[in-house]
């Protein structure tokens, strides 16, 4: 596992370039940043892509899990996280029902990229979820407002601004149809958060952590039969 994690980490630089500072927390995470140094020295080749610092990575965290067992059992409170919780993120995709984007009521589930390629989402990903939603409402009217003061003044406007509003149109439709699709999402998340069944599991963890014991509830939950992987994190946190 520590050979196989250098060597992704290499290749990552192949593409990127020299990651300027990397730091470990943990001993498996040392001994991964050891290895990774090791293998720079003895196996790689020039690489065009890693010469001089990286531009675009300015730094990599490496974190032996065993420094916190607690964190992956909890519930997440961020918007991917909470995307990943409800919806499933596959590779950087979400599978999700046509219906849940669109007004069609179609029974048909599309493949969705959440990644860096969607500035929105780069900006949204890791706000909380009391805070996701009042965001994407003021994207939404600073895009509307954008078509606005263009439709307003856009007769009076010289060529070339014309022509440079037409060159952005393209990137207008992609920012339109991205904020269409995370303001579907977040309504969705927000309610699977209102739910009853997700406020009790989130009450339970908060006792959980405050050190209560939730034996009796968990074994309701069984009885229940509750989601496996669910019933399984709960478990795992109380232990």
């Known amino acids: 596992v520590i050979t196989d994690t250098a060597r992704s980490i290499l290749k990552l630089q192949d593409i990127v370039g020299t990651i ?8 498996g995470a040392e001994e991964v940043v050891k290895k990774t140094l090791n293998l720079a020295v003895e196996e ?17 965290v490496a974190m032996d899990r065993k420094i916190d067992f607690v964190a992956p059992v909890l519930t997440p409170l961020t918007y991917e996280g909470l995307l990943d919780d409800v919806v499933g993120i596959d590779c950087g995709f979400l599978h999700v029902d046509l219906k849940v984007l669109t007004d069609e009521n179609k029974d048909e589930v599309v493949a969705l990229a959440v990644n860096e390629s969607d500035s929105l989402y780069s900006d949204i990903r890791n706000q909380h979820v009391e805070k ?33 509003f037409v060159r952005q149109l393209p ?6 149809r ?16 209102e739910e009853a069944t997700f ?6 963890e908060r006792a959980i952590l405050e050190g209560d014991s939730c034996l009796d509830e968990l074994e309701e939950l069984v009885a229940s039969q509750y989601e496996p992987h669910k019933f399984f994190r709960l478990l795992c946190l109380q232990s």
Do not use: C
């Open 178 to 193: 991205s904020l269409t699709n995370h303001v579907n999402l977040a309504e969705l998340i927000k309610r699977t958060s």
């Open 20 to 27: 300027p500072r990397i730091q470990a927390y943990g001993d």
């Open 171 to 176: 990137n207008l439709q992609q920012a339109t």
């Open 199 to 204: 406020r009790e599991r989130w009450h339970m």
């Open 132 to 164: 996701f939603g009042s965001f994407l409402q003021n994207k939404a009217r600073a895009l509307e407002q954008t078509k606005k003061d263009f439709s307003e003044t856009g007769k009076d406007k010289p060529l070339p601004e014309l022509q440079k």
């Open 44 to 60: 790689r080749l020039p690489n065009p892509a890693s010469d001089g610092f990286s531009e675009s990575v300015a730094a990599l």
